[in-house]
Structures are given as structure tokens and as C-alpha cells.
Nanobody, 125 residues
Framework: QVQLVESGGGSVQAGGSLRLACEYS??????????MGWFRQAPGEEREGVAA???????SYADSAKGRFTISKDNAKNTLYLQMNSLKPEDTAMYYC?????????????????WGQGTQVTVSS
């Protein structure tokens, strides 16, 4: 059973930074092809892809995240990170870590099979 556990959310003022972490089961990265990503969902909105990384280390970002967010993965620590800088009030949402064991279309939330419980990020103006 794949397990994903997020941490690192919180409340910050606009312009601040947060780093989210997602600890994952060891065997999530033993698959030959996979995507791991960060998604967010604000109240009344659909869940959207923020950043993702695939089994080749290729990263992808939503336009809203480019230049501000950085996704990274530490296999030695079984942890996926999302460094978020220059945060804006519109970044306020529940952030989820997710994994799927097929590469491609890594920002498509509908294609993911495994999800963490989420961590709340609130950015005040």
C-alpha cells in the first residue's frame, strides 16, 4: 500500500516562503515509470496541478508556480519537497502530494491513484 504523508503547511504573509514535505513509501520509486506531484484545492475550486517530477527527474510546473515554486525529491530520505517562495494570497489552498505509476501528463490530477491527506497553506495579504 502506497502511503504519502504531507507536512510543512501553515500561515504566512504575502511574500513569504514555505517548504512542504511529503514522505512516501519506499517502493514508490522502484517503478520504472512514475510521476509524483503537488496539487492544491481551494474551497469551491477544482483540484489543480502545481508541480510534478517524473521518474527521469523531469519537472513540470503550472504557470502560476513557475519562477516561484521548486519541486525536488530526495530518494535517500523518501521525501518529496515543494519550496514555495514569493507566496501570494491566491496560493491559499489545501496542498496534496500524489503519486501515479505511469509517466506522462504529470500535472493531471485525474490520473493519480495515490493521495496524501493534505496540508493547509494560508497566505494573508
Amino acid at each position: 500500500q502506497v502511503q504519502l504523508v504531507e507536512s510543512g503547511g501553515g500561515s504566512v504573509q504575502a511574500g513569504g516562503s514555505l517548504r512542504l514535505a511529503c514522505e512516501y513509501s519506499e517502493y514508490t520509486y522502484t517503478y520504472s515509470g512514475y510521476c509524483m506531484g503537488w496539487f492544491r484545492q481551494a474551497p469551491g475550486e477544482e483540484r489543480e496541478g502545481v508541480a510534478a517530477i517524473d521518474s527521469n527527474g523531469i519537472t513540470s510546473y503550472a504557470d502560476s508556480a513557475k519562477g516561484r515554486f521548486t519541486i525536488s525529491k530526495d530518494n535517500a530520505k523518501n521525501t518529496l519537497y515543494l519550496q514555495m517562495n514569493s507566496l501570494k494570497p491566491e496560493d491559499t489552498a489545501m496542498y496534496y502530494c500524489a503519486a501515479k505509476f505511469r509517466s506522462g501528463l504529470c500535472l493531471r490530477a485525474q490520473l493519480y491513484n495515490y493521495w496524501g491527506q493534505g496540508t493547509q497553506v494560508t497566505v494573508s495579504s
